[in-house]
């Protein structure tokens, strides 16, 4: 059993930036955040895969070029860095790891088997 612990969050004024931090006690195939509005769907943003051929870095098209994930293999940890931040980046967001093999794309919130309490992340204009 893996255990997840995210830090971070908070509230910000739109066009700020924010980072997330996860810490994992175990290693995991995958890490990544995903986010969830009230009323609305989780939605997986960031993931980073370290496999044969190294690390690999996914992202949602609604984050790419704002928010970068880095993942530190040594210490089981992720880190997301989210900048330009505006009003529709308001949710929950929580750390998930998975064991699952490659995808070639950012893979679905039912393949992670470990999942963090969640942090608040509050945009405001």
């Known amino acids: 059993q893996v255990q997840l612990v995210e830090s971070g969050g908070g509230s910000v004024q739109v066009g700020g930036s924010l980072s997330l931090s996860c810490s994992a006690s175990g290693y995991t195939s995958w890490m990544g955040w995903f986010r969830q509005a009230p009323g609305k769907e989780r939605e997986g943003i960031a993931a980073a895969y370290i496999g044969g051929f190294g690390l690999s870095t996914y992202y949602a098209d609604s984050v790419r070029a704002r928010f970068t994930i880095i993942r530190d293999k040594t210490k089981n940890s992720v880190t997301l860095q989210m900048n330009s931040l505006n009003p529709e980046d308001t949710a929950t967001y929580y750390c998930?790891?998975?064991?699952?093999?490659?995808?070639?794309?950012?893979?679905?919130?039912?393949?992670?088997?470990?999942w963090g309490q969640g942090t608040q992340v509050t945009v405001s204009s």
């Open positions: 998930a790891a998975g064991t699952m093999g490659r995808w070639s794309r950012l893979p679905p919130a039912s393949l992670f088997n470990y």
